[in-house]
């Protein structure tokens, strides 16, 4: 029987050959079988104690990353750990990732010019062998063979399909790698994927220093700000199938783009907006977060590409919340020189920001250490903002609060085992009072409240948790009058 090796870059298979021959009536059979069966187990415990053998058979495995809509870190940094993952499960040796430079951004950037390779590698070194390049297999170049798994394959489905794949081929790249790897997996697996996300990926050092400096000028304009995330750029807008109202141009702007996928299917406008499967307009961002407090003194990190509709779109916004900041507008055009032809260098520096600020829209920092998050509830949100014409802003307000329950990022908000991992890694923290898993004294600082007093939280208190960070002086946001919007709403 043959019996695999527990190390991850070589397989090895041990065991023995056994053969059983039958005779009758031979009084000696007993003896011979006692004496056999000593023996075979004798060689049985050597197979176990015995060092692996090299057989020189080392499988590679190389992934192509395809950035989803968005372009933003996070769907550079999901396939990549689920790629260190799917290496672990395969027993290969991981060829660093590929990106993609032929999609819509053109971002020419490799993997070594955003992540710090070499300590990627060396991170992760007791977990799975990774190389920098596919070298010669028995002095030849190989050409690996080009595949794709199924979306959320999980451990059973790579080794039932992979490994014979792997053990013939020797090597392959898995292509349009996103999302290929089930949410739930082992407990080990799971934490694998926790210490490639959040501790096996570095920027590198120009990175770092950058985003650090964006950082440093936002805590001067103000000690609490709110970084958010629009979503609102043309490609995302295309991916979602969503229609903002812009006539035949937006129509024939968002169709071009749309035809960069293929396997795309034709989305129902409407359709998508019931189902909540729409980002909300810079207005309706602005507008939610007035009526959950937020004053118009409050500072806002935007973090996205180019806004569709450009300042036209984003005028309503601004309007509402005059302290308006972005990379482009707190940095000079010669820091930003070395990362602005590259989107996906300009989306780290944006997750470096967001990983410093007090509150965020549409992102995820659990693992951390908490920070509130505030998901919009869209799926309800999109009759309110229809019908807004037709209310006081009292009733607006109200309403939008009432709906966000339950969507601002509270602990214990989503249930373990709910929505993708990489945004609810419960596998990876540790449900104590134990600050290990903390790694600066801004997340020390933070607020953490178990499930059990959560649910005991009516929902005044609820808001005033978030409205505090919010306000520099601690006072309750959601007191404070709006003459300016009521006039909106009486318009």
């Known amino acids: 029987m043959k019996k695999k090796s527990h190390r991850h870059h070589s397989p090895v298979y041990i065991g023995i050959g056994i053969i059983l021959c039958h005779r009758r009536r031979i009084h000696l059979i007993p003896f011979i079988s006692a004496v056999a069966g000593s023996i075979l187990f004798f060689f049985a415990v050597l197979s176990f104690l015995s060092p692996p053998i090299d057989n020189h058979q080392t499988s590679y495995q190389r992934i192509e990353v395809w950035p989803r809509a968005g372009n933003s870190t996070a769907f550079l940094v999901v396939p990549i750990t689920d790629a260190v993952v799917a290496a672990y499960i395969l027993n290969a040796t991981l060829v660093v990732p590929k990106l993609d430079q032929e999609s819509y951004w053109k971002d020419q950037s490799n993997f070594s010019e955003i992540f710090d390779v070499d300590w990627f590698m060396t991170y992760l070194s007791r977990d799975v062998k990774i190389v920098k390049e596919l070298p010669a297999i028995n002095g030849r170049v190989v050409n690996p063979y080009r595949t794709r798994v199924p979306r959320k394959c999980n451990q059973g489905c790579y080794q039932s399909r992979m490994i014979p ?96 996928w293929k396997t795309l299917h034709k989305r129902n406008p409407d359709r998508e907006r019931r189902q909540g499967r729409c980002p909300l307009t810079p207005e309706e961002v602005g507008l939610m977060l007035r009526a959950l407090g937020y004053d118009s003194d409050v500072h806002i990190y935007v973090a996205s590409g180019e806004v569709y509709g450009g300042e036209e779109t984003l005028a309503p916004l601004k309007a509402l919340f005059p302290n308006i900041h972005s990379k482009d507008t707190i940095a000079t055009k010669q820091e930003l020189a070395p990362f602005a ?92 009072k134990s600050k290990s898993m903390i790694h600066s004294k801004l997340d020390v600082e933070s607020d953490v409240e178990n499930d059990e007093e959560h649910e005991e939280e009516d929902e005044d208190e609820n808001m005033t948790h978030v409205q505090r960070l919010a306000s520099s002086d601690g006072s309750d946001l959601g007191q404070k009058e709006n003459p300016e919007l009521e006039e909106i709403f009486s318009d």
């Open 165 to 260: 794949l792997l053990n013939k081929k020797k090597a392959v790249i898995l292509t349009k790698f996103d999302f290929r790897l089930s949410n739930r997996l082992a407990t080990n697996l799971q934490k694998l994927r926790c210490r490639a996300n959040y501790h096996a990926l570095k920027f590198t050092d120009p990175i770092l220093e950058m985003g650090q400096k964006l950082v440093d000028r936002m805590r001067k304009k103000s000690k609490r700000f709110i970084a958010l995330h629009l979503r609102f750029e043309s490609d995302m807008l295309a991916f979602s199938g969503c229609y903002y109202g812009g006539g035949d141009k937006e129509r024939r702007d968002l169709q071009q783009i749309r035809r960069r």
């Open 341 to 432: 032809s590259y989107s996906s260098r300009m989306a780290a520096l944006d997750f470096i920001v967001f990983k410093s600020d007090d509150m965020v829209i549409v992102f995820n920092r659990r693992y951390f250490g908490h920070k509130p998050t505030i998901r919009p509830n869209a799926k309800k949100l999109w009759r309110l903002f229809m019908d807004r014409n037709n209310m006081t802003w009292e009733e607006f307000a109200t309403t939008t609060r009432e709906y966000q329950v339950g969507f601002m990022g509270e602990p214990g908000e989503v249930k373990p085992g709910r929505g993708e991992f990489h945004e609810n890694p419960l596998a990876c923290i540790c449900e104590t």
